[in-house]
């Protein structure tokens, strides 16, 4: 049997992937904060986890795990000089520290498995400079270090990879796309003229965490309709 957590899954992307994974026949156990999950079928477990608690407890996992998705995001785009130095901690601890500490609580057990799959979620905004993206640029960029790092210091056991996405339509990101005109205006930024959606994501994640990834580590996929790389 294939283990996999995915933290965040009570919606969004996270959502997306866990209900793909448990369909594909996959024992997945999802972790909520803000949004109970009682059961999604027979192949998925939802547990309630805090990654901001001073310590994570994850003895719901099996012995061995085959991969883990870290989710839970922010994005707030304010001004630089708006920003306190307080909002920086706070974002730099759900966006970064709280994956640190996921792993690190997940290390016995991914090393079980004997080839796993961790997957973190990163923002074009670390890539291509954006207005108003200081702060969640900031923590992400500590992430793609953080996924490069751990990628060298436990290969061949276990990879590391990010997601590096536009905006994409999730719960997170409804501000921005709660019209029908902010949604054009979006989309048309984009060189594929749409906005993302979870499935581009969950797709995403799925391949780095399956057996034909095996030959992928160290790497930021910019899933993102072109914008990072190309105009038109």
């Known amino acids: 049997m294939v283990n996999y957590l995915v933290v965040g899954a009570s919606s969004g992307i996270g959502q997306h992937l866990a209900h793909d994974l448990a369909e594909a026949g996959h024992r997945v156990y999802g972790t909520w904060f803000s949004h109970p999950v009682v059961t999604f079928g027979p192949f998925i477990q939802y547990h309630p986890l805090n990654v901001l608690d001073d310590t994570v407890s994850l003895d719901f996992l099996p012995e061995s795990l ?25 974002d730099y601890q759900l966006q970064t520290i709280g994956a640190v500490k996921i792993i690190q609580a997940a290390l016995p057990k991914l090393k079980q498995s004997g080839n796993a799959s961790v997957v973190l979620f990163s923002t074009l905004a670390v890539q291509l400079g954006l207005n108003f993206h200081s702060l969640v640029a900031s923590s992400k960029g500590a992430v793609e270090g953080l996924v490069r790092s751990l990628a060298a210091e436990y290969a061949p056991k276990i990879r590391f990879n990010a997601i590096a996405p536009s905006l994409t339509d999730t719960p997170l990101a409804s501000p921005f796309l709660d019209t029908e005109h902010k949604r054009e205006i979006n989309a048309q930024k984009h060189p594929l003229k749409r906005i993302g959606n979870t499935a581009d994501m969950a797709n995403m994640a799925t391949f780095l965490l399956s057996e034909k ?13 072109g914008l990072s790389t190309i105009r038109t």
């Open 66 to 90: 085959n991969g883990l998705v870290y989710c839970p995001g922010s994005i707030k785009l304010r001004p630089f000089e708006k920003l306190k130095t307080a909002d920086f901690i706070s």
């Open 213 to 225: 990834a095996t030959w992928i580590t160290g790497q930021v996929f910019h899933v993102d309709g």
